[in-house]
C-alpha cells in the first residue's frame, strides 16, 4: 500500500510543515553537494529528490536536531550506491569570456593547460577532501557550517582542507 504524501501522521514529530521548511532551506545546498561529487546536474537533482524522499519516509524516527547532518549522510550514501566501482571527476564551468584583444595566443593555451591541469587534479582528490574544498570554495560556506552539513568536527574539516590544498599543490606544481 503506498503512502500519500499529503496525510500527516499527527503522533510524528516532523510535521509536513517542518518538512517543507527543511526543503526550501537545503536543497539546493544538497543538490550542490551531489553535484560536486558527481559532476552531473541532473543527477544530483534526482539524487537530492531521492534524498528528500528518504527523509519523508523516515520522518517518525528523525530528531529534528539531527536531520541536516541525516540528509548530507542520506545523500552521500546514495551517490555511493550508484558509483560503487566509478573514480568521479568534477568539472569546472567558467561562465565568463576573456577579452581576445588583450590576451596572445600562447598566454590563452597556457591557461587552457593551467585550467585542465587544476580541474584533473581537483577531481583526482580523495572524495572527503573535494566535497570539503568545494563546499567552502564554491559555496562559500565556512568550516563550522561545513562541519555541521556532514556531521564532523571543524577541525575535521580544517585537516580535510588543508589535505587538499597540499595535495592540489603538490600535483599542480609536479606536473607543470
Not at 19 to 26: A, E, G, K, R, T
Not at 64 to 77: D, E, M, P
Amino acid at each position: 500500500m503506498k503512502k500519500d504524501f499529503l496525510k500527516i501522521n499527527l503522533a510524528s514529530g516532523f510535521s509536513r510543515a517542518d518538512y517543507i521548511d527543511l526543503f526550501n532551506q537545503s536543497y539546493s545546498h544538497i543538490k550542490n553537494f551531489i553535484y560536486y561529487k558527481t559532476g552531473d546536474i541532473n543527477l544530483a537533482e534526482d539524487i537530492a529528490q531521492d534524498t528528500f524522499i528518504k527523509i519523508w519516509e523516515k520522518r517518525n524516527e528523525i530528531k529534528q536536531q539531527t536531520v541536516k547532518s541525516l540528509l548530507y549522510t542520506i545523500a552521500g550514501n546514495l551517490c555511493k550506491n550508484r558509483f560503487e566501482h566509478q573514480q568521479v571527476v568534477f568539472e569546472f564551468a567558467r561562465n565568463y569570456q576573456q577579452n581576445r584583444t588583450s590576451v596572445s595566443p600562447e598566454f590563452e593555451l597556457e591557461l587552457k593547460e593551467f585550467n585542465d591541469k587544476l580541474q584533473n587534479a581537483i577531481g583526482n582528490l580523495k572524495e572527503k577532501n573535494r566535497v570539503v574544498f568545494m563546499m567552502n570554495r564554491i559555496d562559500g560556506l565556512t568550516y563550522k557550517q561545513i562541519a555541521q552539513n556532514l556531521g564532523l568536527s571543524q577541525k575535521a574539516i580544517e585537516k580535510r582542507m588543508k589535505n587538499a590544498l597540499d595535495e592540489l599543490k603538490k600535483t599542480i606544481e609536479y606536473k607543470i
